[in-house]
């Protein structure tokens, strides 16, 4: 069992969230927060896991000039707007 201080401001909150009936609990709470935090780890995880292979492909010398991918969708775009849709 986990057992916490979390200060006069976040335990108020905690009783309030109980009280509305928004959660039947104060560990409801408490658990939702932690399900929350893992979940942004996760995400957190996903984009440093990006990151590196993007720079794994910079090393590798797999990247394009960022001119030439920024002309290339603006032809794009360009070419799509004289057109009726």
Do not use: N
């Not at 108020?12 to 927060?33: A, D, F, I, N």
């Not at 993007?54 to 001119?67: C, H």
């Amino acid at each position: 069992m986990i057992s916490a201080d979390l200060g006069q401001q976040l335990e108020r909150l905690v009783t309030q969230l109980v009280e509305s009936g928004r959660y039947g609990s104060k560990s409801e709470v408490l658990r939702e927060g932690v399900r929350l935090v893992q979940e942004r780890e996760a995400r957190l995880a996903a984009l440093d896991a990006s990151i590196a292979r993007g720079l794994a492909d910079a090393e590798a010398g797999q990247t394009k000039p960022a001119a030439k991918v920024f002309d290339r969708l603006e032809a794009k775009y360009v070419a799509m707007a004289g057109k009726k849709v």
